[in-house]
């Protein structure tokens, strides 16, 4: 039997307010248990709840990012449920007419070796409030409750299930995260919870139409747990169909040290919730002006940009789609390029999405806090341009300027004076160079001259040792070939 996987997902994106949806109490992460929950978060009698207009803004330029409606007007629910972090024994929702309806996002992925593009549907985003959390450690064999985030605003973003599999669903979570952080309208901080998700998943025979019964893989905070989450759980669906078994809808949550999705409890459908019009929120209005003015202050998309990219510095869409997957890689490629020039375009791109890259995950560090500012990277880029060094000397130049950590624009020259790295491009001293080596090697060069031309890369490897590296590549290649020629 061959599978099919099928994925949708909700994402949970807390917004970048002061404070909370529906009162004035703070949202800032870290305070002590408790202390930032008000009377209206947790609905005491005799207080009303107000929208908080800043989280209405931020939920405009999200829909507008996408392409989506924005309803002029929705309406906010009570989603009724019980748990013990959840005081008002309801969560205010949206549910039929939410704020944001439709849209797209698009993203790109490696699959079978290739990169390719996908665009997603998205459903829905609507506003909600945050409950608490549940605390299970250091009470002394109890648990506990912190209340902090009891009306934290969320904007929960659900797309269409029209993911196939554990790296499609990797990657439109990061190119949404990437997004949100790219509008402001969210930190993106997964370990503080700001960015949560929720795997729904399910297998059905390959060809069929009917979707299969869907699992919720609840509160995924981190990329890699989201890959393995959705492996476990597409094996161990095929795995107790296969064996005769069937698929219950439920909540499950993953258990990353044992590798394994435990259910949390059977899944509610919305009737299960009681949802019905918050009495006490009138329907949020939302004229032709306000959204006007929101798109007013919007910054340049990721989609824009990247097209920019590609027309304008003649990049391929590959690259335009790395550069442009968070705003701080985005605005560093554009400040190298000022400053290097259009010319040095792709070699910057390059620089970024090699070196720069994977010096900045190893030392697990954000590009916007690299120690090698633009204007130095922009300089190196314009020295191997000119001839000065090469694209070897040039990785040993970058890892000093990473642990220099100077603001000296001028770093690179300074560093190529203090240690003599200046690529040798004399004809002369480079004829020297070569002439020893020829001398020296007299196997590599009869195998040369008897049709063996791979043999000159022997010959070009012990002439870069002889120069320690510096001689102009270009040059000693074209002297060797030079010299071999005439016998």
Same mark, same amino acid.
């Given at each position: 039997?061959?599978?099919?996987?099928?994925?949708?997902?909700?994402?949970?994106?807390?917004?970048?307010?002061?404070?909370?949806?529906?009162?004035?109490?703070?949202?800032?992460?870290?305070?002590?248990?408790?202390?930032?929950?008000?009377?209206?978060?947790?609905?005491?009698?005799?207080?009303?709840?107000?929208?908080?207009?800043?989280?209405?803004?931020?939920?405009?330029?999200?829909?507008?990012?996408?392409?989506?409606?924005?309803?002029?007007?929705?309406?906010?629910?009570?989603?009724?449920?019980?748990?013990?972090?959840?005081?008002?024994?309801?969560?205010?929702?949206?549910?039929?007419?939410?704020?944001?309806?439709?849209?797209?996002?698009?993203?790109?992925?490696?699959? &079978?070796?290739?990169?390719?593009?996908?665009?997603?549907?998205?459903?829905?985003?609507?506003? /909600? /409030?945050?409950?608490?959390?549940?605390?299970?450690?250091?009470?002394?064999?109890?648990?506990?409750?912190?209340?902090?985030?009891?009306?934290?605003?969320?904007?929960?973003?659900?797309?269409?299930?029209?993911?196939?599999?554990?790296?499609? !669903?990797?990657?439109?979570?990061?190119?949404?995260?990437?997004?949100?952080?790219?509008?402001?309208?969210?930190?993106?901080?997964?370990?503080?919870?700001?960015?949560?998700? &929720?795997?729904?998943?399910?297998?059905?025979?390959?060809?069929?139409?009917?979707?299969?019964?869907?699992?919720?893989?609840?509160?995924?905070?981190? #990329?890699?747990?989201?890959?393995?989450?959705?492996?476990?759980?597409?094996?161990?669906?095929?795995?107790?169909?296969?064996?005769?078994?069937?698929?219950?809808?439920?909540?499950?949550?993953?258990?990353?040290?044992?590798?394994?999705?435990?259910?949390?409890?059977?899944?509610?459908?919305?009737?299960?919730?009681?949802? #019905?019009?918050?009495?006490?929120?009138?329907?949020?209005?939302?004229?032709?002006?306000? @959204?006007?003015?929101?798109?007013?202050?919007?910054?340049?998309?990721?989609?824009?940009?990247?097209?920019?990219?590609?027309?304008?510095?003649?990049?391929?869409?590959?690259?335009?789609?790395?550069?442009?997957?968070?705003?701080?890689?985005?605005?560093?490629?554009?400040?190298?390029? !000022?400053?290097?020039?259009?010319?040095?375009?792709?070699?910057?791109?390059?620089?970024?999405?090699?070196?720069?890259?994977?010096?900045?995950?190893?030392?697990?560090?954000? @590009?916007?806090?690299?120690?090698?500012?633009?204007?130095?990277? !922009?300089?190196?880029?314009?020295?191997?341009?000119?001839?000065? @060094?090469?694209?070897?000397?040039?990785?040993?130049?970058?890892?000093?300027?990473?642990?220099?950590?100077?603001?000296?624009?001028?770093?690179?020259?300074? @560093?190529?004076?203090?240690?003599?790295?200046?690529?040798?491009?004399?004809?002369?001293?480079?004829?020297?160079?070569?002439?020893?080596?020829?001398?020296?090697?007299?196997?590599?060069?009869?195998?040369?001259?008897?049709?063996?031309?791979?043999?000159?890369?022997?010959?070009?490897?012990?002439?870069?040792?002889?120069?320690?590296?510096?001689?102009?590549?270009?040059?000693?290649?074209?002297?060797?070939?030079?010299?071999?020629?005439?016998?």
């Amino acid at each position: 039997m061959e599978w099919e996987v099928v994925i949708g997902i909700e994402n949970h994106v807390q917004l970048t307010t002061e404070s909370k949806i529906f009162s004035g109490s703070p949202t800032a992460f870290g305070a002590e248990a408790n202390t930032q929950a008000s009377p209206v978060d947790l609905a005491l009698p005799g207080v009303l709840p107000v929208m908080n207009k800043k989280a209405v803004d931020r939920a405009i330029r999200f829909g507008l990012a996408v392409g989506a409606k924005i309803a002029p007007q929705s309406i906010f629910a009570r989603k009724n449920y019980f748990y013990p972090d959840l005081p008002k024994g309801y969560q205010i929702s949206q549910f039929e007419d939410p704020v944001v309806q439709g849209g797209t996002l698009t993203f790109g992925y490696e699959k &079978d070796g290739k990169f390719v593009t996908k665009t997603v549907n998205l459903t829905r985003a609507h506003l /909600e /409030e945050d409950a608490g959390k549940s605390l299970h450690e250091d009470y002394h064999g109890m648990s506990g409750i912190d209340l902090n985030r009891a009306g934290t605003p969320l904007l929960e973003i659900v797309s269409e299930p029209e993911m196939s599999s554990a790296a499609e !669903a990797v990657a439109y979570c990061k190119a949404l995260h990437g997004l949100v952080m790219w509008l402001g309208i969210c930190d993106g901080n997964m370990q503080e919870g700001s960015f949560r998700c &929720d795997i729904n998943v399910s297998v059905r025979p390959k060809g069929q139409k009917e979707f299969g019964t869907r699992c919720e893989i609840k509160n995924l905070n981190s #990329f890699r747990f989201i890959e393995e989450a959705v492996n476990v759980e597409v094996r161990r669906q095929i795995e107790l169909i296969e064996d005769g078994g069937q698929v219950v809808q439920a909540t499950r949550l993953y258990d990353p040290d044992k590798k394994e999705t435990r259910q949390m409890r059977s899944k509610e459908d919305a009737q299960d919730y009681r949802y #019905f019009p918050d009495p006490d929120l009138p329907p949020l209005t939302i004229s032709e002006q306000w @959204i006007a003015d929101v798109k007013a202050d919007m910054p340049e998309l990721p989609a824009v940009k990247r097209d920019r990219f590609i027309n304008e510095f003649s990049l391929p869409e590959y690259d335009a789609l790395i550069l442009t997957a968070s705003k701080d890689m985005a605005l560093y490629f554009e400040a190298v390029v !000022a400053k290097a020039g259009k010319e040095n375009a792709k070699a910057a791109a390059n620089w970024l999405m090699g070196d720069v890259s994977s010096t900045l995950n190893r030392e697990n560090t954000d @590009i916007g806090a690299s120690p090698v500012k633009p204007g130095q990277l !922009a300089n190196m880029l314009k020295r191997i341009a000119d001839g000065t @060094i090469s694209n070897k000397i040039a990785k040993e130049i970058f890892g000093d300027m990473w642990a220099e950590n100077s603001d000296d624009e001028n770093l690179v020259d300074a @560093i190529i004076d203090k240690k003599g790295l200046k690529q040798i491009s004399d004809t002369g001293a480079l004829e020297a160079i070569v002439v020893e080596v020829l001398a020296n090697n007299a196997k590599s060069v009869e195998q040369y001259r008897a049709g063996k031309e791979a043999a000159i890369n022997a010959l070009i490897g012990q002439a870069m040792k002889a120069s320690k590296g510096k001689a102009n590549p270009a040059q000693l290649t074209e002297l060797l070939k030079k010299k071999l020629a005439e016998g």
